[in-house]
């Protein structure tokens, strides 16, 4: 079993930025793939980011240049650095890891942070 918990989540003004840690703890030495999702209201969780082992990493294309993803294996800890923030990226962001290299069905999640953007 792997544990995920979020933190860095906030209110923000449009422009702002806000980094997101996420901790994991538990079987660590399994999970391949890490990332973040997010989920606004009244629409489909989607995939922000992800990193690999290997430290290949993946954007949404909504995020790209604005989002940077990176992992510290040494503190089992992934961040997402989000700059220049805006309204449509509120949301509740969760962190996601897996065994396997794409985290297209994450088998673990956390537990989700808030993200609200003012304009």
């Known amino acids: 079993q792997v544990q995920l918990v979020e933190s860095g989540g906030g209110l923000v003004q449009a422009g702002g930025s806000l980094r997101l840690s996420c901790a994991a703890s538990?079987?660590?030495?399994?999970?391949?793939?890490l990332g973040w999702y997010r989920q606004a209201p009244e629409k489909q969780r989607e995939l922000v980011a992800r990193?690999?082992?290997?430290?290949?990493?993946t954007y949404a294309d909504s995020v790209k240049g604005r989002f940077t993803i990176s992992r510290d294996n040494a503190k089992s800890t992934v961040y997402l650095q989000m700059n220049s923030l805006k309204p449509e990226d509120a949301a509740v962001y969760y962190c996601a890891a897996d065994k396997l290299p794409f985290l297209a069905a994450p088998a673990y999640w956390g537990q989700g942070t808030q993200v609200t953007v003012s304009s």
């Open positions: 990193i690999n082992k290997s430290r290949i990493t």
């Open positions: 538990g079987s660590i030495f399994s999970i391949n793939a």
